[in-house]
């Protein structure tokens, strides 16, 4: 029965994090060490993060000082997506300086 519970609030928190707006407001309320562990114990969650350009822009805005501002600054005729693993997201927090 709690198995069965545990699966359905997964699948709840994964349908809710496909609007990038609630991604948001949930990111904003959680740490960077609490959002790690998520991804590292959740391979769904972790792949539709990281695989979906919006969903990554959202996770680097929180988490990556200066990211927002480039976002808004770039300029879509020579955009093109960086590929970034959550192994390379950790060391970059670990590294700045907020």
């Given at each position: 029965?709690?198995?069965?519970?545990?699966?359905?609030?997964?699948?709840?928190?994964?349908?809710l994090?496909?609007?990038?707006?609630?991604?948001?407001?949930?990111?904003?309320?959680?740490?960077?060490?609490?959002?790690?562990?998520?991804?590292?114990t959740?391979?769904?969650?972790?792949?539709?993060?990281?695989?979906?350009?919006?969903?990554?822009?959202?996770?680097?805005?929180?988490?990556?000082?200066?990211?927002?501002?480039?976002?808004?600054?770039?300029?879509?005729?020579?955009?093109?997506?960086?590929?970034?693993?959550?192994?390379?997201?950790?060391?970059?927090?670990?590294?700045?300086?907020?």
């Amino acid at each position: 029965m709690l198995s069965s519970y545990n699966s359905h609030l997964a699948h709840l928190l994964l349908q809710l994090v496909q609007t990038p707006r609630i991604l948001a407001q949930l990111l904003c309320h959680l740490d960077w060490v609490t959002v790690y562990t998520l991804l590292c114990t959740c391979k769904a969650l972790h792949d539709d993060l990281f695989m979906s350009m919006p969903h990554l822009d959202v996770l680097l805005s929180r988490f990556v000082p200066g990211y927002t501002y480039g976002v808004r600054q770039r300029d879509f005729g020579l955009y093109q997506d960086v590929p970034i693993s959550l192994h390379e997201l950790d060391l970059l927090r670990a590294f700045s300086l907020d």
